[in-house]
């Protein structure tokens, strides 16, 4: 009885140092602080404050032969978001750049009233250079997780939006 006391007492001891021993090495941190709320897109658009509705929001990671694509979009009632990675890789930084137009991001305004009114800036443009990243902090089967930023421009009227502080945790759907 005495044995089985001491080897009890181990398991705890050896359970409680492996349980407080764990920490995220993910390159983001923390997926609340990497990745912000929990099925959502969060942004700063010029500075102003947005985040999808958790149920527009969603992952979708589709592999053919060598290559994986991962699209990420989010959407509120007058904002959205979409982000095209071709070549994705998992965890790792995506830069925005026009000399790799593999890798895509916009950000839309939509007119449900008149379509073809609907906004887009999008990047990279041309000659935009390095404009922004995207980066991948936590790559599961099920949830992806991270932080984006990027200069985008409308075609349109070539007025540019700032997209600083971005955030994604959504759940994947593998194709």
Not at 21 to 28: E, P, V
Not at 57 to 74: C, I, Y
Not at 149 to 174: A, H, W
Request: charged share 15%; glycine share 8%; with cysteine.
């Amino acid at each position: 009885m005495k044995t089985l006391k001491q080897f009890t007492v181990f398991m705890m001891v050896a359970s409680f140092i492996s349980i407080t021993a764990c920490k995220s090495d993910d390159d983001g941190g923390d997926p609340a602080a990497s990745g912000g709320a929990f099925g959502v897109i969060t942004a700063k658009i010029d500075g102003a404050s947005f985040q999808s509705l958790e149920i527009t929001s969603t992952a979708s990671q589709v592999t053919a032969g060598p290559n994986t694509t991962v699209t990420l979009q989010g959407n509120s009632s007058t904002q959205g978001f979409s982000m095209i990675i071709n070549a994705f890789d998992g965890v790792g930084t995506y830069e925005i750049t026009d000399s790799n137009v593999f890798i895509i991001a916009s950000y839309i305004e939509p007119n449900v009233s008149n379509p073809t009114a609907t906004q887009t800036w999008s990047a990279p443009y041309q000659d935009s250079g390095i404009v922004g990243e995207i980066r991948v902090s936590e790559d599961t089967d099920s949830r992806i997780i991270g932080t984006f930023r990027f200069q985008c421009k409308n075609p349109n009227d070539d007025s540019v939006k700032n997209i600083t502080e971005g955030t994604f945790n959504l759940t994947k759907q593998i194709f």
